[in-house]
């Protein structure tokens, strides 16, 4: 039953992994996931973070572009991951703070050493820490024509964000846009 104040709330969380496994269970559907924004979409955001052990020189820009995604996120949209792991439903609230970075990322701050365990905070210096477990290789985010760009991926069951639906078929995906209103 709802807490005292919370009758009526909706659990984005819920709903939104709920979406996701009803989508699934189309025939013809092979992957789903969410995302705040969609590689060269409008609307791509950016946000100052800190790299532990990393100085930042006077002047520097250290914020970069980023996407909340859900579980499942690499697989679905095909972007390979390098290292690590991607997201899953247990990158929850409570988990262990994560993040994925892809390989500019990873090449600018840490050169040619494994980023898996690296870590950075989105509020200074002083943490809180979000540990790295996944390097996803380098895309394009918001020009077909940028060259590569440092880009972080922070799951959205830890970090609730406005989402958007991705969704993998094996054939036309015209013919499951019924099944999935």
Known sequence: ?????????????????T?????AAIPGVTAVTWASSVPLGLGQGRRGLQVEGYR?????????????VGPRYFETMGIRLMRGRGFTDADRPGAPAVVVVN???????????DPIGKRISRNGENGPWIEVVGLARDGKYVSITESPRPFVYYPQLQMPDGIT??????GDPRRLVAAAR
């Open 1 to 17: 039953s709802p807490r005292p104040g919370e009758e009526g709330k909706v659990d984005a969380e819920q709903v939104a992994l």
């Open 19 to 23: 979406a996701r496994d009803r989508l």
């Open 56 to 68: 930042r020189r006077e002047g520097e820009d250290m914020e970069f572009y980023y996407s909340v």
């Open 103 to 113: 390989e500019a990322f990873a090449k600018r701050f840490w050169g040619d050493a």
């Open 165 to 170: 639906l991705h969704v993998r078929t094996a």
